[in-house]
């Protein structure tokens, strides 16, 4: 007998006909004869709804109040579910954060757990209970409630995995799993039957939305085996687990793409100690993420500095930018709002010469430009035009032969 | 500066607007100098929507997922409160029934509040916080999430006034206090400045719905002073509080009635011991409360045995009194569900004589056939057909002169 970890998201139990579904789900689990923890988020919809009620409140609302309130979406679905569960005639039992307890600090509206408490848990699973536990919600020492942030539904099905020790950890999705690239935009994407930890965090990191990349970095700290499915159908899904020999065979698992992306130029910055600094120092304290940066090579003492930031952001940035290129002396500032970052991603990439090489030509073919590059050890990404997103994808994809199998 | 308890119900926070009316008196009331505590209901149809949602999920669904969904109605109104006085300048803090903590025992549906810990109230309180809390919830030993039944948020406000020796305890609703009757049947009816505990707690048991018995019970045994109001005016209302002198000269405060009601009447009963606990045993069992009892002089040691129940319970009750009638050795059972009960109130009734002959005559007068009669010290209610109603009503209201204020 085991002990499954399974997290269901909004749109899996966006109505009481679909929590119906998963308490079917989650009482073909417990038959089978495993131990069943589920972990609920809030109705598709509600979430937007609290968070659009809290705005009307107060434009910057107190976050203390804020966690508090949108806490709420959780406490209704886990309270139904274990509802059903009763009336099918199962034990069962909803948690709330604060009942378990799940401790986190004290950074609301993005708060890290910091101790999961499994006694209650360990005590009414003794007792035949199928445990339903509200996701993205905790407490901090205070007892104030805090979330944290998005992805948080499968943050804690992961650490709560990770705390109890379970088997798995299943999240129940919308999509079967983890595949080559977006089935959307190029019909040849293949679902993957594995992916290693790090592959899955540079996935969810260059754009592909299936997993929170801070779920999956905590499920690799802890080795969770994480198993991505879709509740509406009984495909098998992904594994995401560690490394093995067969993924090293792969070069490439996938390929994906992020057109949330503004690329924001600095032209003629004196090449001097401190200038990044003076750049960068505002934009941090607006909580303004710099994901790519790329600084040329020094000609008269002057370069161009280029970096690129989510599109939301792109107005408040360049202002704050411009700001400090006067300061400092810069020519211009050029902002560019139609680029998307493409990127390729694989564990085989370690020990095989010549995929950047590949990934370049194939674009060359096109006549796709690539304004900017940046590579991690089993990462290789290219801005490039937005207009250019669905062709790069599917070039790449044919490229590296990612529709099939390697074995 | 004292220390003031304001309770406001559904109707006074059912929207965006009206919590920001809500938090506009609080403020007045905070810069008047003194301390407040407020406690919220949810917005008006909230909790009915909640109930809806259970009752789809399970028929019966179980006690304690029900209070954890129903109670997210309160969190919601009071974090939105406690946003929008921080907006407005001013330091606030909502608090949960867990996060204070209010234990009550373990009867979910109708849980009775144990004890209230204070100190996190007044720590905030000594800030300068206006503290905001939920009403209708408190939590078990066992930090199971509880909620208080019908008429919860007032009870909530009562008993924290108590706890915090507040100097008043204001509830806030759609009507701007006790009035002699119920001004939309009778437009003579006044508003009372002023009525004992007593008096209250007995109209509040035959039919005003102005407040909870239990809230008026709790307010009495603390002696809180409790002051009903408008949230929509800046009328006077009235104080709810021990018995003076000026009371008593009112032989009669007001006039009620209550149109849920059924009559119930076991016909020919053997008159010997143990028959009563045979016909009400069952119906205790199945929570249908009994309301009058009477039973006649028995006659060849028969007797007709006459009471009445909610007509929502009618049915069932008619089940269960058949089966022991029939046990029993009874004639037969009649329904009457088309009956209301009047009722005059007054804490003078026991120093005047001749109340209970004036208002058998003033019915009398209009062929009001009275069917049922019961009385307590401050008070005399009496059973007639339902469509009499409206007349008894107001022609005891003017027998008693209740349009006019004595003193």
Known sequence: MGLVVQKYGGTSVADLERIENVARRVIKEKESGNDVVVVLSAMAGETDRLINLAQQAAAD?????????ISTGEQVTVTLLAMMLKRLGYRA?????????????????????VKIDTRKIREELKK??????????????????????RG???????????????????????VDGVYTTDPNIYDKARRLDKISYDEMLEMARAGAKVLHPRSV????????????????????????????KDMEKE???????????????????????????????????????????????????????????SRKDVKQASI?????????????????DSVAKISIIGVGMVS??????????????????????????????????????????????DAFELEKQKS
Not at 61 to 69: G, I, K, N, T
Not at 93 to 113: C, E, M, P, V, Y
Not at 217 to 244: C, I, M, Q, R, W
Not at 352 to 367: C, P, R
């Open 251 to 309: 070069v490439v698992s996938g390929v994906t793409y992020d057109r949330d992306q503004a690329k924001i130029t600095v032209v003629n910055v004196p090449d001097r100690p401190g200038i990044a600094a003076r750049l960068f120092t505002p934009l941090a304290e607006h909580n303004i993420m710099v994901d790519m940066i790329i600084q040329n090579a020094s000609v008269d003492s002057l370069t161009d500095l280029t970096f690129t930031v």
């Open 217 to 244: 970095e905590l499920a690799k700290k802890f080795e969770v085996p994480v198993y991505v499915k879709s509740s509406f159908s009984d495909a098998n899904g992904t594994l995401v687990t560690k490394e093995d």
């Open 128 to 149: 035949g209970a199928i445990i339903v536990v509200a996701g993205f919600q905790g407490v901090d020492e205070e007892n104030n409630i805090t979330t944290l942030g």
């Open 61 to 69: 609302p107190d976050p203390r109040e804020y966690d508090a309130l």
């Open 320 to 336: 704050l930018v411009q700001d400090a290129a006067k300061d400092i002396g810069a020519a211009n500032v050029v902002i560019d």
């Open 352 to 397: 095989h010469s010549g995929v950047a090489a590949k990934m370049f030509t194939t674009l060359a073919k096109e006549g796709i430009n690539i304004e900017m590059i940046s590579t991690s050890e089993i990462k290789i990404s290219c801005v490039v035009k937005a207009k250019y997103t669905e062709l790069a994808v599917m070039v790449l994809h």
């Open 93 to 113: 039992r909803s948690f709330l954060g604060h009942q378990i307890k799940i401790n986190t600090d004290r950074a609301f509206k993005k708060a890290r757990i």
């Open 152 to 174: 948080g539904s499968d943050t804690s099905a992961v650490a709560l995995a990770a705390a109890l020790k379970a088997d798995v950890c299943e999240i129940y999705t919308d």
